[in-house]
């Protein structure tokens, strides 16, 4: 019987495996053949069960189980791989399938039934799944999958991974939808080596759809970090995804997840990668990123001069024209200028230096200007590359594997970044040099509008005297308005003005009249004249009292010429002129008027009274 077996397989497999899938069965394996499952037929160990299963060959597979024993399904090749290991990684799910139901039907299979044939281990680790995963088989990932048991689905294999990071890292988004709602909660959150979680991983590889997937199922993944503090958020930005990073940036992560252990912002990791639109929508959503520090107090503009990023550059120096953030020093006292040149990122260097505002003098903590840097730049030979006591921060570049060429452009670069810093040194001493001759001009520019500014506060707030209140609820108002004097000079001086304006008419208009009423005229305006004279000498007098009252010798003076005839008399005489055709009686309250302003002055002893007299004769004293 089983002779009779061994020539009919052996002639469907020469059949199937040189028509379907001769690339696929070496010629060894089928020469060595042997129908016994579970007897070694070759090098590889493979039996023909092994062979039927990489055939896909369902009909064989059922044959050989049937002429066979249950615990053939357990039977291992020279890799320890089982015919379930081999069918799940050729994606042949009907042979998969068959070999479960197999499986599950035979209660006794080494005593481990369906579990022990679904966690069988090749020489990598890997389960059955496993290699369906690595293999991108979603059918037989599915069938796996519903065989219902758990462990399968945390199983690691030797380098640590589980059927679902292995997923992900194989870019199988509809796998990774398959196993996420079967998985255990607390197994999802199963991190790698290096702390790595399924998101970390689906973010490497740059999987948007993987991503969203994973999201939405575990949205807490989104602030996880690695063991170095990086977020999924620092990853997208060091890949340059720029999708990815604008739907984290959506997600709103906490405000802990943008540091990682050493500082570094996402900002940093675009600026560090050379991602100069990733950067653009971190300036745009997170300005405040840009402008921090890493552990070794260095902003973006470092870390892209650093590392050659010329657009990043560019973008960064245009974007942020301020002295502190390009001419700012890391823990080592270098500007962003210092660490182009000491990598002879020449263009870099030309860049920084043609705006003008990069300090090409500045010295770090080791008393080097940037121009020291470039010219200490020398090539590190193989032979003394592990040499100690080398200068860490030294310029230093690996010899070129072309040879002499490569030493020939690294020199080139050099002596272009020394040329570049020297013209840039020489036009900022020039330009030192004219400011220093302007320093005099600019002080004492400064001097006088200090003393300009000091004059003005000095008006301000100093009280000056004037004709009119500055301060109160009569500001604007005259200052002497309640005194007698002033109100009669006043009145005065506005009939002087009033009568001479008046008789100048007159005179001008009386021409156009005949000879009797240009006489009248003539006569009028002659009054009117002396109306205005009495009136200007009166103004004068009481105006010059008003701001000279507290004065006792023009008191004395005043009184003494007031009571003299022709004084009082030019008011007699400006009356009885005009008593014949004129009736004014206005000089009664001029005569009025400088009665009470009369001053008598008595001496009393070491006091001086001032008697006033009124209209009604009574006195008013007031002791000075």
């Known amino acids: 019987m089983a002779d009779a077996l061994f020539s009919v397989v052996f002639d469907i497999l020469i059949q199937r495996v040189h028509q379907a899938i001769a690339v696929a069965v070496d010629h060894d394996e089928i020469s060595n053949l042997n129908l016994h499952v579970g007897f070694d037929s070759s090098h590889r160990k493979n039996t023909a069960l092994h062979i039927a299963a990489r055939v896909g060959n369902k009909k064989m597979v059922e044959a050989l189980l049937s002429e066979g024993t249950p615990a053939s399904l357990l039977t291992e090749n020279s890799k320890h791989e089982t015919p379930l290991h081999i069918a799940a990684r050729s994606g042949h799910v009907h042979v998969v399938k068959f ?135 620092h990853y997208a930005a060091a890949s340059g995804a720029l999708a990815l990073v604008d739907h984290l940036l959506q997600l709103k992560p906490s405000n802990g997840s943008f540091l990682d252990n050493n500082l570094a912002t996402p900002a940093h990791m675009a600026a560090e990668n050379g991602h100069l639109n990733v950067l653009k929508l971190f300036v745009k959503r997170c300005r405040y990123w840009v402008e921090l520090l890493n552990n070794h107090h260095q902003n973006i503009l470092h870390v892209a001069a650093q590392n050659g990023h ?24 270098n500007t962003p200028l210092h660490l182009a040149a000491a990598k002879l990122h020449s263009s870099i260097v030309s860049t920084l230096v043609q705006t003008g505002n990069m300090d090409t003098t500045a010295i770090n903590k080791k008393g080097e200007t940037v121009l020291d840097i470039a010219r200490k730049f020398q090539l590190v030979s193989p032979s003394n590359e592990g040499n100690e006591g080398t200068d860490g921060n030294q310029a230093q570049a690996t010899p070129n594997k072309t040879g002499c060429a490569g030493d020939e452009k690294i020199e080139a670069k050099k002596q272009r970044t020394i040329e570049i810093l020297k013209a840039a040194s020489a036009k900022q001493a020039k330009k030192l040099e004219g400011i220093l001759e302007q320093e005099d001009l600019i002080i004492e520019s400064i001097r006088d509008k200090r003393r300009k500014e000091m004059a003005g506060t000095l008006i301000r707030h100093s009280p000056f005297p004037g004709g009119i209140q500055s301060e109160g609820p009569h500001q604007g108002m005259a200052v002497l308005t309640r005194k007698a004097a002033f109100k009669a000079f006043i009145v005065t001086d506005t009939v002087a003005m009033t009568t001479s304006m008046t008789a100048a008419v007159i005179l001008f208009t009386s021409s156009w009249n005949d000879e009797k009423n240009k006489w009248n005229l003539h006569f009028i305006a002659l009054q009117l004249l002396w109306m205005s004279l009495a009136s200007m000498g009166l103004a004068f007098l009481t105006g010059l009292f008003t701001v000279l009252s507290h004065s006792m010798e023009l008191a004395i003076m005043l009184k003494g010429g007031m009571e003299e005839p022709p004084f009082l008399g030019i008011t007699k005489l400006a009356r009885s002129l005009v008593l014949g055709s004129i009736r004014i009686r206005m000089f009664d309250v001029f005569e009025r008027v400088l009665q009470e302003v009369s001053y008598v002055p008595q001496l009393n002893g070491n006091c001086i009274s001032l008697v006033m007299l009124d209209q009604s004769g009574c006195t008013f004293k007031a002791e000075n």
């Open 99 to 233: 070999l479960i139901d197999w499986a599950t039907q035979s209660t006794d299979v080494e005593a481990g039934g369906i579990q022990q044939v679904l966690r069988m281990r090749n020489m990598e680790g890997n389960t059955p799944l496993h290699e369906a995963v690595r293999n991108g088989h979603h059918s037989t990932v599915l069938v796996l999958v519903e065989a219902n048991d758990s462990d399968l689905l945390v199983s690691l294999n030797n380098a640590g991974e589980s059927p679902l990071f292995m997923a992900v890292d194989v870019r199988a988004s509809e796998i990774v939808k398959t196993i996420l709602p079967n998985s255990n909660p607390y197994s999802l959150l199963h991190r790698s080596s290096d702390g790595q979680t399924i998101l970390h991983r689906a973010i490497l590889r740059a999987d948007l759809k993987t991503m969203k997937i994973i999201i939405q199922h575990m949205p807490e993944l989104v602030n996880e970090k690695d063991s170095c503090g990086r977020s999924p958020l």
């Open 310 to 333: 010329l657009k990043v550059v560019r973008y960064i120096q245009n974007m942020f024209m301020v002295n502190d953030l390009l001419n700012e020093t890391d823990e080592d006292g």
